[in-house]
């Protein structure tokens, strides 16, 4: 028990300071990194039927990016980790790799920037956010993507599957992460999937028009492969589905 | 069959900004690292400038760093924005404490990085503001929810007013308020008789009869909205002059700043008869060309075309357009 989240504990809502562990952050960005590695492929093969087919390149190459800030930076706190993705992310070309840098950098914001040893109240050793905290910070990366790509949900964008994560794990027990991340992954591809339904208003696959049809957004299938990394990293587990992207 | 003068396509970018420095060593400097280059002796107490996009337009921007003009240019790959990540290492070296404005072509993947770089640009406390360029009178279609018009050959003007306004002292928001003025009051109209070759190409983007000519291109080797017939010089000017005119609303009396553009390989000789043909067509409105520039400045590869800026110019615009610069592509 991390005697961090007694601060945020009361009697009406013993689990709303659930925490992810001290942990999450490293097993969360290392977890996303594999399984977009693994999936760059297929994401890109999604995105040659329904985009301008550059989005495997953009993946591999914004993940490369992340593993060399890993090893430059060798990150500690939660906060250094997820900057080590969202500059990754910056570094790439297309529109969605700067969207996904910017989403990751709320999910950074999240975390305390006091540094692993501040013992600042409401923060483990690593400054990981609790549940609740990582939660708002979806909603604000969901914010700020929608900001910057001007997409609304059913533009057949990464919002897609983003905007029912975030509504599951609002409506969640709070008191448990992994469930509530769970909940919020199977939201997530469930909203990718109804992507190939979908016409795009925005994005890559708006150029193709219903070229695209009966294809799910790589944008919105790599976000929910995210929302799979953070529910795996809550768990403690080690991997992450991803043959349902086809 | 076009052929270019390039080693590897991929490299043709970097390869091409080393060339750039080592022909003026005492003027700049190339960060290969991010592809920027900056200039080698960093201003002090003065708002940054720093600009840059898609490569293939050269001279813009890269060949406006300089003393009164750009700080620093970042690179992309041909036709393709600069990362965020390199937009942010940019206007970091723009910075001289005073805050850095950014003067961005009117492009999605642009405009994007571009807001992206000045947002992180915030928690190294720099103040960032953008000049958003929207000058290719083409691209209005009026509407308000799309893409909006493309940013062309006004950008010179911008990067270069900006740039004398910068180097007088005028704090951030005067540069930018004065960099916006000018993007809103410059139009460009284009027309090309033969599209550019991307390096590595055999073929061109599009191709013409030779009785035909594309008017209203853009400088990325897009089509355009309409094909007009070929004839010449003096009437195809006119016919890019009309529009601006109409669109600014230009009265007898009126003085303008003009730029005459090559698109990448119309050759001197015709765009200086190009000239004329705008004086003579201004002339009979009753409108004078106070200033003007006539060359290459802003290039779509080796398009084949020409372009027309005006901008009705005032007493202020003036004497900061003739303000010194000293620039690889702009001097005086």
Same mark, same amino acid.
């Given at each position: ?246 | ?70 700080? =620093?240019?970042?690179?992309? /790959? ?6 965020? %990540?390199?937009?942010? *290492? !940019? @206007?970091?070296?723009? &910075? ?81 308020? =004065?960099?916006?003025?000018? /993007? ?6 284009? %027309?090309?008789?033969? *599209? !550019? @070759?991307?390096?590595? &190409? ?131």
């Amino acid at each position: 028990m991390n005697e961090s989240s007694t601060s945020s504990t009361s009697s009406t809502g013993a689990g709303r300071g659930a925490t992810l562990g001290e942990d999450f952050g490293r097993a969360f960005i290392t977890l996303t990194h594999e399984t977009l590695t693994a999936a760059a492929d297929a994401l890109g093969d999604l995105d040659r039927r329904a985009g301008d087919g550059d989005f495997g390149t953009n993946v591999r190459t914004a993940m490369k990016g992340a593993a060399t800030n890993i090893e430059n930076d060798a990150p500690s706190s939660y906060r250094e980790w997820l900057t080590a993705m969202y500059m990754g992310w910056l570094g790439v070309g297309g529109t969605s790799g700067p969207l996904f840098g910017m989403f990751f950098r709320d999910l950074a914001k999240a975390g305390s920037d006091q540094g692993p040893d501040s013992g600042e109240p409401g923060s483990d050793a690593t400054g990981t956010p609790t549940l609740e905290q990582f939660a708002q910070a979806l909603a604000d990366g969901q914010a700020t993507v929608q900001k910057y790509g001007e997409a609304k949900v059913g533009d057949k964008t990464m919002v897609d599957a983003l905007d029912p994560a975030v509504v599951a794990l609002k409506d969640a027990d709070a008191s448990d992460a992994a469930a509530a991340l769970a909940a919020a992954e199977e939201a997530a591809i469930a909203g990718a999937r109804d992507t190939a339904e979908s016409t795009a208003k925005r994005g890559r696959a708006s150029y193709v028009g219903d070229a695209a049809k009966g294809v799910i957004d790589p944008g919105a299938a790599a976000m929910a492969l995210v929302i799979g990394a953070a529910r795996a990293a809550a768990a403690g587990e080690s991997s992450v589905e991803a043959d349902w992207i086809g | 069959m076009r052929r270019s003068i390039v080693n590897d396509p991929d490299d043709l970018v970097a390869e091409a900004l080393e060339g750039l420095v080592l022909s003026h060593p005492t003027m700049l400097e190339l960060d290969a690292e991010h592809r920027y280059i900056s200039r080698k002796q960093k201003a002090r107490d003065k708002v940054g400038l720093v600009s840059g996009g898609g490569s293939g337009h050269e001279p813009l921007h890269s060949g406006f760093v300089g003393t009164g003009m750009l700080d =620093v240019a970042v690179s992309g /790959a041909v036709f393709a924005s600069p990362t965020a %990540l390199q937009v942010l *290492a !940019g @206007t970091k070296a723009a &910075d001289a404490g005073r805050g850095v404005v950014q003067i961005v072509k009117n492009y999605t993947g642009d405009v994007l990085n571009f807001r992206i770089a000045g947002e992180i640009s915030g928690d190294d406390a720099i103040d960032t503001e953008i000049v958003l360029v929207d000058d290719d009178l083409a691209s209005d279609t009026g509407e308000d929810d799309g893409p909006g018009r493309r940013g062309t050959a006004a950008t010179v003007i911008v990067e270069k007013i900006c740039g004398a306004a910068a180097e007088n002292g005028m704090d951030l928001q005067q540069v930018a308020a =004065v960099g916006r003025t000018v /993007a809103q009051r410059s139009r460009t109209m284009s %027309l090309a008789l033969a *599209a !550019g @070759t991307h390096p590595g &190409d055999d073929e061109p983007q599009f191709t013409l009869d030779a009785d035909e000519v594309e008017f209203g291109v853009g400088i990325h080797g897009e089509r355009a909205q309409r094909r007009i017939p070929f004839t010449g010089a003096d009437e195809l000017i006119e016919q890019l002059v009309d529009p601006l005119l109409e669109e600014l609303e230009l009265g007898r009396g009126t003085e303008v700043l003009a730029i005459v553009n090559g698109l990448g390989s119309a050759y001197p000789l015709e765009l200086s008869l190009a000239a004329r043909a705008l004086h003579r067509r201004l002339d009979t409105d009753g409108i004078t060309v106070g200033r003007s520039l006539v060359g290459s400045y802003v290039t779509s590869l080796d398009m084949h075309g020409v372009s027309i800026t005006l901008m009705p110019l005032e007493d202020e615009l003036r004497e900061l357009w003739d303000a010194p610069v000293r620039t690889p592509a702009l001097t005086w």
